[in-house]
């Protein structure tokens, strides 16, 4: 299946960490990418190529890319980081983009 | 700076055809892979279509293929996405987005802000 499957919500107090994975068969054989969504934005792009970050984000995010789960973590969270999260990967098979459902964060 | 500055969309009937236009400026446009990406309310993010930066290579999201079609003009640094045979669920924001490092197999590290397409009778 080359659907990418992310858990609708995942809720966290500020200053601890947030989880949030991104699953399908051997996902670990391709490259992940992550973006951040905030309601009326455009998405932005807080991690590509499973664990790098782009200029400008800060060292809070950070990804993985294991087996048939890739991750998002978000250290020390912050009211700011509560946002549609989203990761994305390219299908070879199909020579295709496929995005994630997406995942809100929810800062409590 | 990068810019994307997505037009065209409003409100058509089912059936029906509009042109969106991307006018890319900030960076050597015909060396980057473009597509168009789109967000239906509430919805989540969902790939259309992608071409390479000499137009050579095309793809499209099955739900598309077939009705609409993206090309470039490099010229004018301009992305388009022809859309055809409307129908309810193509209703969305529809962004212009440019791949990283410029291969269609990459991921997208720009975005315009978006053209919101209704398609309603």
């Known amino acids: 299946s080359n659907v990418l499957t992310q858990p609708p919500s995942v809720s966290v107090a500020p200053g601890k960490t947030a989880t949030i994975t991104c699953g399908r068969d051997?996902?670990?054989?391709?490259?992940v990418h992550w973006y951040q969504q905030k309601p009326g934005q455009a998405p932005l792009l807080v991690i590509h190529?499973?664990?790098d970050r782009p200029s400008g984000i800060p060292e809070r995010f950070s990804g993985s890319n294991s087996g048939n789960t890739a991750t998002l973590t978000i250290s020390m969270v912050e009211a700011g980081d509560e946002a549609d999260y989203y990761c994305?990967?390219?299908?070879?098979?199909?020579?295709?983009?496929?995005f994630g459902g997406g995942t809100t964060l929810t800062v409590l | 700076d990068v810019q994307l500055m997505e037009s065209g969309g409003g409100l058509v009937q089912p059936g029906g055809s509009v042109r969106l236009s991307c006018a890319a400026s900030?960076?050597?446009?015909?060396?980057?892979?473009m597509s168009w990406v789109r967000q239906a309310p509430g919805k989540g993010l969902e790939w259309v279509a992608g071409?390479?930066?000499?137009?050579?290579?095309?793809d499209y999201a099955d739900s598309v293929k077939g009705r609409f079609t993206i090309s470039r003009d490099n010229s004018k640094d301009t992305l388009f996405l022809e859309m055809n045979g409307l129908r309810a669920d193509d209703t969305a924001l529809y962004y212009c987005?440019?791949?990283?490092?410029?291969?269609?197999?990459?991921?997208?590290?720009?975005w315009g802000q978006g053209t919101l397409v209704s398609v309603s009778s």
């Open positions: 987005a440019t791949y990283k490092g410029g291969g269609i197999t990459s991921c997208f590290d720009f």
């Open positions: 900030g960076f050597t446009f015909g060396t980057y892979a």
């Open positions: 071409i390479s930066g000499n137009s050579v290579f095309r």
């Open positions: 051997n996902i670990g054989s391709k490259s």
């Open positions: 190529y499973d664990t």
């Open positions: 994305q990967v390219w299908d070879s098979d199909t020579n295709h983009v496929v």
